[in-house]
């Protein structure tokens, strides 16, 4: 039986909303690149410039110089480190430990587990300033105060991500495990051969996620860091701008600069990202 062609006039219709989808889509996409165009133009401005003409939107004089200062005379790729230790640590402990809980909570029956799962979306619900004077005097008390390890030890488990990674594995059926266990898989096998790759989008997700959080992460190094050398970027970067309140053309080559590793990575796992969202909540 011969399909029915769509009338012309329809497909018409159709080109018609997308494109004047598309075109509200790039305008407001436009709307908040705005700032991030404004912070990079002036990065590449002197700070005479940026005071005598603030709105001037293109730079005048292009230059390097906030950059070069940046790079010379303030101990920025420390402070680098210093994030990139912290992020990519936290990032790949939150990855695992969300995944393996999530398995765990989802496939597998003990006491107390509608208890402690409800127990752990409880906690969601405790907001950060609540539990961060406890927090201080914890670590403080362990040895980790102005150390790198009091940002990672505390970021190693994620309710909101297991609670995610529950979600997901939920929809994978359990025929396809008792299925490996019936072949001989332990365990770990199943998480690591059958799980993991099956929630490919949710990890991709959570790890922008949790990249970001922990990137952007300014009142934990306030709190637990002192030194100079142990800051992190948004810490150092709030530091360098009081340091030299009249030098905003590095402060703006700083920022810019900060947002480099973010960008990278949400490039290189958009894929995932997008579709971990698109998934949330389809069975």
Request: charged share 15%.
């Amino acid at each position: 039986m011969a399909r029915l062609k769509k009338p012309k006039f329809a497909i018409t219709k159709d080109r018609s909303r997308r494109f004047v989808l598309f075109s509200l889509l790039l305008l407001l996409s436009l709307f908040f690149l705005i700032p991030y165009f404004w912070m990079l133009s002036n990065s590449f401005k002197s700070s005479k410039e940026l005071i005598v003409d603030p709105k001037h939107l293109l730079p005048v004089n292009f230059t390097f110089n906030g950059y070069i200062r940046v790079l010379t005379e303030a101990p920025f790729f420390s402070w680098l480190k210093n994030s990139i230790v912290i992020t990519t640590c936290n990032t790949l402990a939150v990855l695992f430990t969300s995944t393996l809980v999530g398995f765990v909570f989802s496939k597998y029956e003990f006491k107390l587990k509608n208890f402690l799962f409800w127990l752990l979306l409880a906690s969601m619900m405790v907001p950060s300033q609540v539990t961060m004077i406890p927090g201080f005097i914890l670590l403080s008390s362990l040895g980790f105060y102005d150390k790198i390890a009091a940002l990672i030890v505390p970021s190693f488990v994620s309710a909101f991500g297991i609670y995610l990674s529950k979600q997901f594995i939920d929809e994978i059926p359990k025929e396809i495990i008792e299925s490996a266990k019936i072949e001989g898989a332990s365990n770990w096998m199943i998480y690591w051969k059958i799980i993991v790759p099956m929630i490919q989008p949710a990890i991709g997700a959570l790890a922008i996620f949790t990249f970001l959080a922990n990137w952007n992460d300014y009142t934990g190094p306030l709190i637990m860091l002192s030194s100079v050398k142990n800051m992190t970027l948004p810490l150092a970067l709030t530091y360098f701008n009081a340091q030299r309140s009249t030098d905003h053309s590095a402060t703006m080559a700083a920022a810019s600069l900060v947002m480099v590793p973010v960008t990278l990575v949400f490039l290189a796992l958009q894929k995932y990202f997008i579709k971990g969202i698109s998934m949330t909540g389809m069975k």
